[in-house]
């Protein structure tokens, strides 16, 4: 799957948007532009009813704005670069029970040193990676 779009906030992803230039100084009147980012992700999973295995991969990045930033940015994580997730998990199914253990990847690549690494158009240009594992068990009962 994929997406491509600008202020996906609303969406909980990066993105937003930011003030690009004043049309009115004398009504504070501005105009925005949308801070984009693209999205991609894919699952792949078994379906054997005693014993399933799953690997899920995920990749976003922080494209930016088309036009120059002039003024405040409203957006979430437009100090990200990039983020991307691996994770895989079994499942055990035992009658009505169910034990699901998954590992999961997360790495995020924030501007090294605050604004003076987002350009202009907000816009990472430089950044440093930042990981987790995280390791956690579902279990279910169903009844």
Do not use: C, H, Q
Not at 15 to 21: C, F, K, L, R
Not at 77 to 85: L, P, W
Not at 94 to 108: H, Q, S
């Amino acid at each position: 799957y994929g997406f491509y779009g600008g202020d996906a906030y609303n969406y909980i992803m990066l993105g937003g948007y930011a003030v690009t230039g004043v049309t009115d100084p004398s009504k504070n009147f501005v105009e925005y532009s949308s801070i984009r980012n693209s999205s991609y992700w894919i699952d792949f999973n078994t379906n054997n009813k005693k014993l399933a295995w799953g690997l899920f991969a995920g990749y976003t990045k922080n494209l930016g704005s088309a036009n120059e930033i002039v003024g405040p940015i409203y957006a979430r994580g437009s100090d990200i670069d990039f983020v991307y997730r691996v994770s895989g998990r079994l499942i055990w199914n035992m009658n009505k029970f169910r034990i699901a253990p998954e590992l999961e990847y997360t790495a995020v690549a924030y501007a090294r040193r605050g604004d003076f690494d987002i350009d202009k158009y907000d816009k990472v240009t430089g950044s440093k990676t930042v990981a987790n594992l995280r390791a956690l068990v579902g279990f279910y009962y169903f009844f």
